[in-house]
């Protein structure tokens, strides 16, 4: 009995950590994703409501972006050109901070 509510208590705990997990990922994303309509439109200005958030995301989620901008295969997996995404990166001002963590090499580990 003891280990049946052991067993449950872990599956649990690992639940609500994958429920993390996923809900902690798309909050980055969705910095990015206000500039959906114009991540193939290079003619048009960007507006406020595309690079605030851009914007906001640098300054308290520079990590999960690093994370999305060195995976570029990650950022298409949601319909997000890498191309595009560093284009609006550029024209809100923020690439230059992206880029700093952009393929940075890994601290290597203390033995």
Do not use: H, W
Not at 55 to 72: D, G, K, M, R, Y
Not at 83 to 88: K, P, Q, T
């Amino acid at each position: 009995m003891a280990q049946k509510m052991l067993m449950m208590a872990v599956l649990v705990i690992l639940g609500t950590s994958m429920a993390t997990v996923t809900v902690a990922s798309p909050a980055c994303l969705q910095s990015l994703m206000s500039c959906a309509p114009y991540f193939n439109n290079t003619d048009v200005t960007l507006p406020d409501d595309c690079c605030n958030p851009l914007q906001q995301a640098v300054a308290t989620e520079l990590i999960c972006l690093c994370s999305l901008f060195n995976l570029p295969s990650l950022l298409s997996s949601f319909d997000i050109p890498y191309v595009g995404a560093i284009r609006i990166a550029s024209q809100c001002g923020v690439v230059d901070i992206i880029s700093d963590c952009i393929s940075a090499p890994s601290p290597a580990p203390t033995p």
